[in-house]
């Protein structure tokens, strides 16, 4: 495995954070910086493999720019639960985007570094079992929250705006 998975992964996550926030309807131009990040992490790989960076300075790069992404993961769960008091779409986030994406993220680093020799801590092994485990229990989640969304229980949850009457003039 080469550490640039790690790289696409983060692009992959800025493109996805930018589409959730289309849906949550925050600010533009927090839209188009994610845009921009993730053309930043294509630009990224495309130095990395212009100039033959060795191997550990890619992991180390592509590691962090995965924690940029995922730390904007972590932000908009916690915008969407602080800011907007939306407990079912929180939960939902959380286990659809925030827990998986956690789990893929660190399943991949781990693997990468147990698995080729560098000069970092080994990083413990996470057990295939474990991660079907918490995977299922999001989908639990997920579930229960969907069907209390489904009776409008009001925890936390802000109604749509209603339509306004439009006045005729004769």
């Not at 910086?33 to 790989?45: D, E, K, M, T």
């Not at 493999?49 to 180390?60: C, D, I, K, S």
Request: aromatic share 12%.
């Amino acid at each position: 495995m080469l550490p640039e998975i790690l790289g696409i992964l983060g692009v992959d996550i800025f493109i996805v954070l930018s589409i959730l926030t289309c849906l949550f309807d925050f600010p533009v131009y927090l839209q188009y910086g994610y845009h921009i990040s993730a053309f930043i992490g294509f630009g990224q790989l495309w130095i990395a493999h212009m100039f033959g960076l060795p191997e550990e300075t890619r992991f180390l790069i592509y590691v962090a720019y995965l924690v940029i992404a995922l730390a904007n993961v972590i932000f908009i769960n916690g915008y969407v639960g602080a800011m907007e008091k939306r407990l079912i779409w929180t939960t939902c986030l959380l286990c659809c985007t925030t827990v998986p994406l956690v789990l893929i993220s660190l399943s991949l680093a781990s693997w990468y570094v147990n698995r080729v020799p560098l000069s970092l801590p080994l990083l413990p092994l996470i057990p295939p079992e474990a991660v079907a485990a918490i995977l299922f229990i999001c989908v639990i989640i997920v579930s229960i929250s969907l069907f209390l969304s489904s009776f409008g229980l009001k925890l936390g949850y802000s109604s749509p705006p209603k339509k306004r009457k439009e006045v005729k003039n004769r």
